[in-house]
Structure formats: C-alpha cells, structure tokens
C-alpha cells in the first residue's frame, strides 16, 4: 500500500488515528538548556517486575509490556509454548526482554488506542524530550482469513525534542537456560539462532547500532518487526504502518458490534477485547491466563500454569461474550469442546487440556528462572489435568448448550450433536454425589462439593431444554427427571442449618463462594430466603470489606491470603439479584478501581494493599467486569 493510499483510507480503515495517536501532551515543552547540559546521563535500570502491564497479541499468541515499554513476557510459538521474553519471573541481568530505552529516563505514560489491542507507551527525559512507542501484533482480514503473524511490531517516533534511545533485544530459549548460538545480519535484518527456532528482527534503524546497544538520536520513525524468521516482502516502513492501520481497523470494527451497556463502556470494551486475545483461534481454545507462576499471594508457592484450556473458565468467557453479542468466539471455542467430547467416547473428561487438545501436562519446575519478583517456584504444566473434578460435564453441557438455540450461527447443533452431549450427561447423573476434587482444584482433600454437584443438575437441566427444542419429549422427560431429583438432594443435602447458609459440601458446615453459583445458573431463585442467609453467612465470614475469598477451610497451602477476583464479582451479583444493587456497585467501582492503569485484572487482590496477584491477565475476573456492568448498568434508554 502507498503512501498515497494511506492517505486516503477511509477513516474507519485507521481514522485519524495514525496522525494523532500521541494523545495530548505530544507537544510539552521541551527544556533546550536541559537536554544541552553536561552531566551524568545514563540508561535506568529496567523496572521492577509488575502487573502494570499492558498487553498485545492477535488470537495466537501473546506479549506483555511494561510501564516503560520494555516486553518482559512473551511465549512462542503459542501461549504455551518458550517464553522468549521471561523477564516478569526473571528480575536478572540475563533476563529475555526486549527495551526500547529513553537515555535520562524521568516518566512514562501509557494507553490504549481507544477500542482496540494497540497499546501506545511515551517515555520522557528530564529535559522533556520524548518518544512514543506503538506496540501491537497485526491481526486483520485478508485473502479470506484472519491474518495474524508470529509477529510483534514496534513503531518508534520522537515526539518532542531530539532524545537519544537504545535498543536492546535480548530473547532467551529453553525456559531461559539458552542465549542464541548464533545472531546473524543482514541488510536490515538481524537473525537470533536457537536450539528449536530461528527468530527474525526486521528494521530499517541501524542494525550496527542494536547489536552493539548503542544510544543514538531518534529523528525520525523506525519500524521494528520481530517473529519467527520469514523473509518479508515488502518494505519495512510500509509494512509496519499498513499493518498498524489494518490491526486498528480490525479492533474498531469489532468492538463497534458489541452491544455494550450504557454505563462503564469503557472497562466493558477493555475487558471483551482482552478475552478475545485469550482466544486461540487455530484451534478454538480459551487460555485461563497468558502467564505462569505469579503467585496467588505473595510468598506463598501458590504458583500455577495457567496458559490452557479449562472448559470450566472458557465456559465463562463464552458466556460473557455473548451477553455483548460476540458469538465468533463462542464459534471457535465449540470447535474445541466438540472435539474434547468426541473424543472422550462418553468416559472421563479432563477438567483442562492442552490448547491444541493435549491430554498430558505434566508438572515441572523451571530451576533457572527465579519466578516473580523471586518468589518461585516457576511451574510449567499443571497437575490438575490428572483431577476428577465432576462439575466440568456441567459446564460442557452449559457451553454448548447455545449452539443448539441461536439462529445467528453458521453451524447450529442439532439431532446428529445432539447424542455426543447426552454422552457428557450421562458422566454427570454417574458422578453426581461422588467426592472430587471441587472446582477449586484441591490436591489432597477429596469431598462431595455443592458445585460439582450443581454442575450436574445444571447438565441435565440444559439437556432436558435442548431435547424439547428438538421435539424429543421422551428424552426431555429423562433429563428433567434426572434435574428434579438432583435439585431436591442439593437443596436438602448442601444446607447447614446451624450456619444458614448452603454449605460448600454435603453434609459439611464451611462455607464457599462457588455457592453463590445456584442462582447464576439458574438452581434457586435469589429472593429465596435461603439463598439470602448464605448472602449474609458468606460476608460475615469470607469478605475482607469489600473483597471475598474463595473458601474459609485450609488447603494444602494453609488458608488464602487473597481475595479471589471472581468471587467478588460473584458477590456483586448476587447483591444485586437480592435487591442490594446500590452496595453492589459500590463494590463494583473498588475493583473497578483495582484494575491496573491500562484496565486490566489478574486473578487475586489484596485485600490491605490492593496490590494484584495471579496469573495476568485472567479471563475469569475480566469476565466478572462484563457481567456486573451488564447486571448494574442502567438501560440505554435512560439517556436517549
């Protein structure tokens, strides 16, 4: 594309967005003495680790960018896959992390493009001179497919002054125990050599100047395109902004079609968009987070790999989407879980699997690499794929229940799917009652959990309503006999009458979040009395103010230290089905206002110092923004 067809592109192709992106403190003041003036001017140290991260990816993989626009996580080929950039669990100087630095460093500022993945980082001096760096992986329509590269781009412009950066591109392999064996140049290319995979940095800055990291002044653009090592055809310049224009064409388009609520747009937007990167697309998989081994709390060994496919959290994520009319990730998604079930032959189903369908995830540990801000281990893999945990035959049923009801899909289920999921269900009525491992992944306590149990009735009810919308009464009859019978157990079993409140197990007397679960899915109506005394049980024993923790029990760790993001968004909702709705959104702006700058939420909060915690960003809290927004919002008819 010419610069002259740029030019002209309609506004919903890139807008004015190109021209104006550096928002509007683009032309401060610079301080001329300042920047002229001897002294000691350095490089800083690199930040921190932090989950005041911004994020960019395009449905195959992802990379996470710090405050001061350095990528300090990144994995290749897939979300799953070697963190190239590791510096988020590696704090050392032989970190994998890629810095564009300002020499003189004094502030930054950063910021997404409105309604869209491409995320735009200032850096400023003492003396005031500045950049503006523009990160983002291309993903846009063309020769009828998605096109989205392994590929990460960084455009480069000064917006004030004449400022002086430098370049450091330093990707790891193996889990960071490998520097490239070899790095080769070309014109205007720079090839990184690893054990398994070639990596490629295509630029038209000074390749002298990046392999040596020297400093030097940034008069112009310059385009930075890293990935894996294929040969690009077209101009570097001209590439990166074609892509850029694409990329932001793409993202405006799509969240132009959410139907979004009145009130809190904006972190509804934020939130669609970030689950949408957690998607994917080559096999339809949702990643429960992009990251591993941030710890739950701090110290506290709580560290898990969260870079697969729960269907428990996809089931989530797809309903969240829909509730914006987003059904193209519902789409993909149950191209994965079908086959998940088909191949399952009707007997056992993981809780989790591998995003490209694997079964096995053996956990390991990552000697090398010191974990976040030191606080290893660093897992890779995750145990829980060996789990009985029986609520996820409910939340199969639950995720592909929709495809058999919505007319807007392509490829609608029907009577010949229609016995694949019976199969599922048929697991749920075998396990119902029996002890697992619950929903929050015990590892060495096994009982018969309320949620697992509502899991399976919420089975069998959906299957029930999906054989009358085919016309097969007799086997609507089995599945709601089935649903009755369940229901009548789970209310009578699950209660504690000493506590008022349903129970997180049969017959058992502590209490548990997921239990809040009844009403979401549609097991007791919430002006149930019952339900409200579990309300008031749960805050007076699991809530830190306005935060809620999952479980009052010990687990194999001792008791949580954190609030768990989406069980305060549980209690949110609840509140406001119970009539509670102005404490409801009291509790919704504290974790609004628990978000990192760029929106974004990780899995736990700390309740005394509002600090973040878990692995980012996760698709269960980002869920929980869209459904209390939809839940508090008032109508668009309010204000037109």
């Given at each position: 594309?010419?610069?002259?067809?740029?030019?002209?592109?309609?506004?919903?192709?890139?807008?004015?967005?190109?021209?104006?992106?550096?928002?509007?403190?683009?032309?401060?003041?610079?301080?001329?003495?300042?920047?002229?003036?001897?002294?000691?001017?350095?490089?800083?140290?690199?930040?921190?680790?932090?989950?005041?991260?911004?994020?960019?990816?395009?449905?195959?993989?992802?990379?996470?960018?710090?405050?001061?626009?350095?990528?300090?996580?990144?994995?290749?080929?897939?979300?799953?896959?070697?963190?190239?950039?590791?510096?988020?669990?590696?704090?050392?100087?032989?970190?994998?992390?890629?810095?564009?630095?300002?020499?003189?460093?004094?502030?930054?500022?950063?910021?997404?493009?409105?309604?869209?993945?491409?995320?735009?980082?200032?850096?400023?001096?003492?003396?005031?001179?500045?950049?503006?760096?523009?990160?983002?992986?291309?993903?846009?329509?063309?020769?009828?497919?998605?096109?989205?590269?392994?590929?990460?781009?960084?455009?480069?412009?000064?917006?004030?002054?004449?400022?002086?950066?430098?370049?450091?591109?330093?990707?790891?392999?193996?889990?960071?125990?490998?520097?490239?064996?070899?790095?080769?140049?070309?014109?205007?290319?720079?090839?990184?050599?690893?054990?398994?995979?070639?990596?490629?940095?295509?630029?038209?800055?000074?390749?002298?100047?990046?392999?040596?990291?020297?400093?030097?002044?940034?008069?112009?653009?310059?385009?930075?395109?890293?990935?894996?090592?294929?040969?690009?055809?077209?101009?570097?310049?001209?590439?990166?902004?074609?892509?850029?224009?694409?990329?932001?064409?793409?993202?405006?388009?799509?969240?132009?079609?959410?139907?979004?609520?009145?009130?809190?747009?904006?972190?509804?937007?934020?939130?669609?968009?970030?689950?949408?990167?957690?998607?994917?697309?080559?096999?339809?998989?949702?990643?429960?987070?992009?990251?591993?081994?941030?710890?739950?709390?701090?110290?506290?060994?709580?560290?898990?790999?969260?870079?697969?496919?729960?269907?428990?959290?996809?089931?989530?994520?797809?309903?969240?989407?829909?509730?914006?009319?987003?059904?193209?990730?519902?789409?993909?998604?149950?191209?994965?879980?079908?086959?998940?079930?088909?191949?399952?032959?009707?007997?056992?189903?993981?809780?989790?699997?591998?995003?490209?369908?694997?079964?096995?995830?053996?956990?390991?540990?990552?000697?090398?690499?010191?974990?976040?801000?030191?606080?290893?281990?660093?897992?890779?893999?995750?145990?829980?794929?060996?789990?009985?945990?029986?609520?996820?035959?409910?939340?199969?049923?639950?995720?592909?229940?929709?495809?058999?009801?919505?007319?807007?899909?392509?490829?609608?289920?029907?009577?010949?799917?229609?016995?694949?999921?019976?199969?599922?269900?048929?697991?749920?009525?075998?396990?119902?009652?029996?002890?697992?491992?619950?929903?929050?992944?015990?590892?060495?306590?096994?009982?018969?959990?309320?949620?697992?149990?509502?899991?399976?009735?919420?089975?069998?009810?959906?299957?029930s309503k999906i054989a009358r919308a085919l016309n097969l009464p007799e086997r609507a009859a089995y599945w709601h006999g089935h649903a009755s019978r369940m229901k009548e157990e789970i209310?009578?079993?699950?209660?504690?009458?000493?506590?008022?409140?349903?129970?997180?197990?049969?017959?058992?007397?502590?209490?548990?979040?997921?239990?809040?679960?009844?009403?979401?899915?549609?097991?007791?109506?919430?002006?149930?009395?019952?339900?409200?005394?579990?309300?008031?049980?749960?805050?007076?024993?699991?809530?830190?103010?306005?935060?809620?923790?999952?479980?009052?029990?010990?687990?194999?760790?001792?008791?949580?230290?954190?609030?768990?993001?989406?069980?305060?968004?549980?209690?949110?909702?609840?509140?406001?089905?119970?009539?509670?709705?102005?404490?409801?959104?009291?509790?919704?702006?504290?974790?609004?206002?628990?978000?990192?700058?760029?929106?974004?939420?990780?899995?736990?909060?700390?309740?005394?110092?509002?600090?973040?915690?878990?692995?980012?960003?996760?698709?269960?809290?980002?869920?929980?923004?869209?459904?209390?927004?939809?839940?508090?919002?008032?109508?668009?008819?309010?204000?037109?």
């Amino acid at each position: 594309m010419s610069e002259q067809q740029l030019m002209e592109a309609p506004e919903d192709r890139a807008g004015e967005a190109l021209a104006g992106a550096a928002g509007p403190d683009d032309k401060a003041p610079v301080d001329a003495k300042a920047a002229a003036a001897p002294g000691t001017r350095g490089f800083a140290p690199p930040a921190e680790p932090s989950l005041n991260v911004g994020v960019i990816g395009n449905c195959a993989y992802s990379a996470l960018i710090d405050a001061r626009g350095r990528a300090v996580w990144c994995c290749l080929p897939r979300f799953d896959g070697d963190p190239v950039f590791n510096a988020l669990l590696h704090p050392g100087e032989d970190a994998g992390a890629w810095a564009i630095e300002i020499e003189d460093f004094a502030s930054s500022k950063q910021w997404y493009e409105p309604n869209t993945a491409v995320l735009r980082t200032q850096l400023f001096d003492s003396a005031g001179q500045g950049i503006e760096i523009t990160d983002f992986a291309p993903r846009f329509y063309s020769r009828s497919r998605y096109f989205r590269p392994l590929m990460m781009v960084r455009r480069v412009r000064p917006i004030a002054g004449a400022p002086r950066v430098r370049v450091s591109l330093d990707p790891r392999f193996q889990w960071g125990a490998v520097a490239p064996e070899e790095v080769t140049r070309g014109s205007n290319h720079i090839r990184y050599v690893g054990p398994d995979v070639t990596l490629r940095l295509n630029t038209d800055a000074s390749i002298s100047h990046i392999l040596a990291r020297q400093p030097f002044v940034i008069s112009r653009e310059y385009n930075f395109m890293f990935g894996v090592d294929e040969t690009l055809l077209d101009g570097i310049a001209d590439t990166a902004r074609k892509f850029e224009q694409e990329t932001i064409s793409y993202w405006r388009t799509w969240s132009k079609r959410l139907a979004i609520p009145f009130e809190y747009q904006e972190a509804v937007i934020r939130a669609a968009i970030t689950l949408k990167l957690s998607l994917y697309e080559d096999t339809g998989a949702i990643v429960a987070a992009m990251t591993t081994s941030i710890p739950e709390a701090p110290g506290s060994q709580r560290n898990w790999d969260y870079r697969y496919c729960w269907l428990r959290d996809a089931f989530f994520v797809v309903r969240a989407l829909n509730s914006l009319s987003e059904v193209g990730t519902m789409e993909d998604y149950l191209r994965w879980l079908g086959n998940v079930v088909i191949g399952s032959h009707g007997e056992h189903i993981q809780p989790l699997y591998g995003i490209g369908l694997e079964r096995e995830l053996p956990e390991s540990f990552v000697e090398g690499l010191p974990g976040y801000r030191g606080m290893g281990p660093v897992r890779v893999g995750n145990q829980a794929q060996e789990h009985f945990q029986h609520d996820v035959y409910g939340n199969i049923v639950l995720g592909a229940a929709q495809a058999f009801h919505d007319h807007r899909l392509l490829s609608r289920a029907g009577a010949a799917e229609f016995p694949h999921l019976e199969a599922v269900g048929e697991q749920a009525v075998r396990v119902y009652g029996t002890p697992d491992a619950g929903m929050w992944e015990l590892r060495t306590r096994a009982r018969v959990h309320t949620s697992s149990a509502l899991m399976s009735w919420a089975a069998c009810d959906r299957l029930s309503k999906i054989a009358r919308a085919l016309n097969l009464p007799e086997r609507a009859a089995y599945w709601h006999g089935h649903a009755s019978r369940m229901k009548e157990e789970i209310l009578a079993k699950s209660w504690c009458e000493e506590r008022q409140a349903f129970a997180e197990s049969f017959g058992g007397h502590e209490l548990d979040a997921s239990i809040l679960l009844m009403v979401e899915v549609g097991l007791i109506d919430a002006r149930d009395p019952r339900f409200i005394s579990t309300v008031d049980a749960m805050e007076k024993s699991l809530c830190d103010g306005p935060y809620m923790r999952r479980y009052e029990a010990a687990d194999d760790f001792g008791k949580p230290e954190t609030a768990f993001n989406i069980c305060t968004f549980w209690r949110i909702d609840a509140l406001a089905k119970i009539g509670r709705k102005a404490e409801a959104r009291q509790i919704f702006e504290t974790m609004l206002a628990a978000r990192n700058p760029l929106g974004l939420l990780s899995e736990d909060t700390h309740p005394v110092t509002g600090e973040m915690w878990g692995n980012f960003p996760q698709t269960y809290s980002m869920v929980g923004i869209i459904n209390a927004a939809v839940r508090l919002s008032a109508p668009w008819d309010s204000c037109i």
